[in-house]
Every structure is written in C-alpha cells, then in structure tokens.
C-alpha cells in the first residue's frame, strides 16, 4: 500500500496571505494525484486532479504542483472560506489513499 | 446537476445491522464507479467499499470484509451499503463518492453525498 504522508498537520494563516500545503507518497504515483478540500460538517470537495488540473468551479487561488513523490497545494491569498482541512488522494494504486490531512486555520 | 443523497443511518447496537441507501442523479448512473467512504468522529477518511459502473465488481477494506455488502441498483439509480455486524469502531459519518471512471485504477471523486452518521453503542 502506498502511504502519504501530509505536512504540516496544522497551518496557521492571516486571511489574504498565502499557503503551502505538502503531500508525500512512499513511492511514485506519477500524477495521479487530487486534492480535497472539507469544512466542518460537510462532505469533501475535488479541488485538484491529476496532480494539477482544478476541478469544475475552483478558483484560480488554488493551485496543485509535483509528481511522482512530492506534490504541494498552494492558496495563493487565503479567503475566509479557504479555512478547511485538506486532504491528498493518490490513484495510482489500487484502491488509492488519502493522506491524513492538514487543517488550515485562522491565525 | 449531479446529486447525492444518502440515508439510512442512526443509532444501533453492537452487533447489529443497518442498510445505507445513495440515491443519484444528474448523471448516467451506470458508467460510474461508486465508493462508501467514511469518517470517524476528528478523524481522517478511510476507503469502505467500492463497486463498479455494472454492480459486477466490488471491492471492501479488511475492517469490513465479510460484515458489509455493497450493491447497486441501476434502474433506481441508487447505492446501498448492507452493514452487519456492527461494531463501536464502525461509527462515523458514511458518505457516498462518484468516481470519475467506469472501474479500476485512475479513480478519483469528483461528487460527494451529505454524509449519514451512523453511531455503535450500547
């Protein structure tokens, strides 16, 4: 079973600064990477496939990078509906695995 | 516009037994894999069972193999999630996930239900 592994567990964050959330896989996943945004009491939300295509509806403030092992998620002016916790999904292997996430939170 | 809806959940008792539905729309049902996810209280997903766009593969996680059951029905466009056996363990919030593949590798979940919470105990 592929492990990722997220970084950091929590980041802290003023509103309109920036943010870089980390995603590593234990071996290649090649891009076969997405990203989920939850907010509390809700259901995730695809953020980032394929490692860095945005999915349907998602602002150009986000934006996802890498391949292979190393994979960042980046917001580039946090808006006060970005506070969430993140989570990465390899699909690579089967059946895929998620990360455990980062919360990102009000400073 | 693609939805869905789970039910289904509440309160049982060790040992028990509860039958999750997932009821879709907006999309061609059948041509999509479909996965329970769930999400104990504080904590992380975790993968419970998939199956494919035609119900005949499915696939569970060794922490429900031989007590869970995922099946579909195409005609009502809907996913259940049979759970017997139920354990303190087992509580959380079970969500349903429409992949963006008919089966295999290369799945990622594009839509997501509300959640239904289903809690273990005594």
């Known amino acids: 079973e592929i492990v990722m592994t997220q970084s950091p567990a929590t980041l802290s964050v003023s509103p309109g600064e920036g943010a870089t959330l980390s995603c590593r896989a234990s071996?290649?996943?090649?891009?076969?990477l997405a990203w989920y945004q939850q907010k509390p009491g809700q259901a995730p939300r695809l953020l980032i496939y394929d490692a860095s295509t945005r999915a349907t509806g998602i602002p150009a403030r986000f934006s996802g990078s890498g391949s292979g092992t190393e994979f960042t998620l980046t917001i580039s002016s946090l808006q006060s509906e970005d506070f969430a916790v993140y989570y990465c999904?390899?699909?690579?292997?089967?059946?895929?695995?998620f990360g455990q996430g980062t919360k990102v939170e009000i400073k | 516009e693609v939805q869905l809806v789970e039910s289904g959940g509440g309160l049982v008792q060790p040992g028990g037994s509860l039958r999750l539905s997932c009821a879709a729309s907006?999309?061609?049902?059948?041509?999509?894999?479909m996965r329970w996810v769930r999400q104990a209280p504080g904590k992380g997903l975790e993968w419970v069972s998939g199956?494919?766009?035609?119900?005949?593969?499915?696939f569970y996680a060794d922490s429900v193999k031989g007590r869970f059951t995922i099946s579909r029905d195409n005609s009502q466009t809907t996913l259940y999630l049979q759970m017997n056996s139920l354990r303190a363990e087992d509580t959380a919030v079970y969500f349903c996930?429409?992949?963006?593949?008919?089966w295999g590798v290369g799945q990622y979940f594009d839509h997501w239900g509300q959640g239904t919470l289903v809690t273990v105990s005594s």
């Open positions: 071996q290649s996943v090649s891009s076969n």
């Open positions: 199956i494919s766009g035609s119900g005949g593969s499915t």
């Open positions: 996930a429409k992949a963006t593949v008919l």
């Open positions: 999904q390899q699909y690579y292997n089967w059946p895929g695995t």
């Open positions: 907006g999309f061609t049902f059948s041509s999509y894999a």
